[in-house]
């Protein structure tokens, strides 16, 4: 329409919600779809979580809340993080600087908005989590992509994102453990990455940890909340979804510095006032709660790892490397001889497997494949099954 804002054009999409329309599509026709294709955990909410949003409702929370969300929420989170980073003293939480927001998504698209703006760039993994290019592209700043390469295990590269950093630079945006590559940056990587910030104290960080609770094979999740030296600058994302199985709650929250944290909120009154006040007590509870579903989640999730990774290695003309964190593999595929998006398409018509296209989440992944090993053993047993069938 030509009298709508240009704006509206430049924003992309998470193409994992196209491939579930289509596959659910040809489920509804009666063929037999295995779903590898979206990014969230086939478990129920732990049953003491949706208990307490049930009685959230029973005892009549149906209005308001603050628009950061309920104190006693929010100092739960601050307890939270200092608990699993370890914080004390310099880098404790104060709950005063924690925003709930209705799921991850939300403080990816404020921080664009915050600095994003035509003149101004902006640093973002690829591939990576596909949010983040649109989001930047939406505000007018420049999207800058940070290659994450397979050699490195698709970790981050301090001494590459520190060299592309001009003095338009405005944010960086880094993401570890990674969607859609399972990468996780080794801690000598981000003290590197830490130390050289201090050369460009305009430069603001948002690091999204999503998946800082799911990691493998004795790997160690190193928090940016950690760093004293870059807390004035860091906006911290994490949340619900991944964790506790509720991405249907839409719940998250970010650590915003004291810049920063008025701003945020202020984005919250105009955007969604506050989030559902019933799955703010299911967030509660999650968070002081017993975490054995966390830990048996996680269990299962390593096991349907080592499967999968197993099963990938044995397609002919794929090569898929041991993935650190979060749920996700992400096999080279240039052997098979087919596109990222050939790969796809063909999976999901000829093999009936629901996978996403590694340019789905930049140019950057072309020549691989998104598995999400969110599915059952079996299931996984038996896509990779049909996959390597189609592919002999
Ligand atoms: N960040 C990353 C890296 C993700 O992969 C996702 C979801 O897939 C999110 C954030 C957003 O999660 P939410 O559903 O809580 O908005």
Avoid at 276 to 284: E, I, K
Wanted: net charge negative; glycine share 10%; charged share 20%.
């Amino acid at each position: 329409h030509p009298d709508f804002a240009p704006a509206l054009s430049r924003l992309g999409t998470e193409s994992a919600f196209e491939v579930l329309a289509r596959a659910s599509r040809l489920q509804a026709e009666g063929h037999d779809i295995i779903n590898l294709g979206i990014g969230q955990p086939d478990f129920r909410t732990p049953e003491h979580i949706v208990e307490a949003g049930r009685k959230a409702l029973a005892d009549g929370h149906h209005g308001y809340t603050p628009a950061n969300g309920l104190p006693r929420l929010r100092e739960a989170v601050a307890q939270d993080l200092e608990r699993r980073h370890g914080l004390s003293g310099e880098t404790s939480v104060d709950p005063d600087n924690v925003v709930v927001v209705p799921g991850g998504k939300p403080t990816m698209f404020f921080a664009a908005l915050m600095f994003g703006r035509p003149g101004v760039e902006i640093l973002y993994p690829n591939p990576g989590f596909p949010i983040y290019e649109s989001v930047i592209s939406f505000t007018g700043a420049m999207p800058v992509p940070i290659a994450l390469k397979e050699e490195n295990g698709f970790a981050f590269d301090a001494a590459t994102v520190l060299a592309q950093i001009t003095d338009r630079t405005r944010l960086i945006i880094i993401n570890s453990p990674a969607n859609p590559t399972g990468g996780v940056t080794p801690k000598a990587e981000i003290d590197k990455l830490v130390a050289g910030l201090a050369e460009h104290p305009q430069v603001a960080l948002m690091s999204d940890e999503i998946y800082s609770q799911m990691l493998y094979g004795g790997r160690e999740h190193v928090s940016l909340l950690s760093y004293p030296e870059i807390r004035d600058r860091l906006i911290l994302l994490d949340g619900w979804s991944k964790t506790y199985a509720m991405t249907g709650w839409r719940m998250g929250f970010a650590v915003w510095p004291d810049s920063m944290v008025e701003h945020a909120t202020r984005l919250c009154i105009n955007d969604h006032s506050c989030v559902n006040a019933a799955a703010q007590f299911a967030g509660l509870a999650a968070l002081t709660g017993p975490q054995d579903a966390v830990r048996d989640m996680v269990a299962q999730f390593d096991r349907r790892r080592e499967a999968i990774v197993g099963a990938l290695n044995s397609v002919p003309g794929m090569r898929c490397a041991d993935p650190g964190g979060a749920f996700y593999a992400f096999p080279n595929i240039e052997g098979t001889g087919l596109t990222s998006k050939e790969a796809q398409d063909r999976f999901l018509s000829e093999a009936g497997v629901a996978t996403v296209a590694g340019t789905s989440f930049g140019a950057f992944g072309e020549g691989y494949l998104r598995f999400s090993y969110a599915n059952s053993l079996e299931n996984i047993e038996r896509a990779i099954d049909r996959i390597r069938r189609v592919m002999q």
